[in-house]
């Protein structure tokens, strides 16, 4: 079955940018999405299709997906936004998730 | 605005049963795919299983095939999660989602609903 892979957690300083890879076999031939969850909180959604933003969610939240890896990017990160990241495709008719990253703004 | 509110979960022990029911509300339900995804303790989100939006296809992740079954009822904005031949790995906190687009994103998710299986 098909997989996706995260790094468990990334630290970045506030106001600096964080990176957050996603990676499978070709996973740019497939449409990806981001997914950010605060403890105690349902998912929310940030990125969809590659590169698109849901109306709300704010413009320091960018994506990207080429090659076999797929970025979530969030410039001038700010403290609010520490939680879990998922990123999620789709094969064979089947959601994939990846195994959740950690961001900590510290 | 668009809700989804989770409902039916509750402690059941191994081999036992329970239903979850999914609440939609502020849109038109009838015309989306619907989903459950869960996520244990601790852990990543799982997709569980999906059901077109008049019902008449369903898919279920090999972890769950043969002893859940989900439905809807589209006159009462409602859709189903029948859990039988309950395991402790199902202890989950189970997600109703919306599917939105040809892509399928999962745009709009409920607060979700707590399983735990338990001698």
């Known amino acids: 079955s098909y997989e996706v892979t995260q790094p468990p957690s990334v630290s970045v300083s506030p106001g600096q940018t964080a990176t957050i890879t996603c990676s499978g076999n070709?996973?740019?031939?497939?449409?990806s999405c981001w997914y950010q969850q605060r403890p105690g909180q349902s998912p929310l959604l940030v990125i969809y299709?590659?590169?698109k933003r849901p109306s709300g969610i704010p413009d320091r939240f960018s994506g990207s997906n080429s090659g076999n890896t797929a970025t979530l990017t969030i410039s001038g990160t700010q403290a609010m936004d520490e939680a879990d990241y998922y990123c999620q495709t789709w094969d064979s008719s089947t959601a994939v998730f990846g195994g959740g990253t950690t961001l900590i703004v510290l | 605005e668009v809700h989804l509110v989770e409902s039916g979960g509750g402690l059941v022990q191994p081999g036992g049963s329970l239903r979850l029911s999914c609440v939609a509300s502020?849109?038109?339900?009838?015309?989306?795919?619907m989903y459950w995804v869960r996520q244990a303790p601790g852990k990543a989100l799982v997709w569980v299983s999906r059901i077109n939006s008049d019902g008449s296809i369903t898919r279920y992740a090999d972890s769950v095939k043969g002893r859940f079954t989900i439905s809807r009822d589209n006159a009462k904005n409602t859709l189903f999660l029948q859990m039988n031949s309950l395991r402790v790995d199902d202890t989950a906190v189970y997600y109703c989602?919306?599917?939105?687009?040809?892509?399928?994103?999962?745009?709009?998710w409920g607060h979700g609903t707590k399983v735990t299986v338990s001698s």
């Open positions: 299709e590659n590169t």
């Open positions: 070709k996973l740019g031939e497939k449409t």
């Open positions: 989602v919306r599917g939105e687009g040809t892509s399928q994103t999962f745009d709009i």
């Open positions: 502020g849109f038109s339900f009838s015309n989306y795919w």
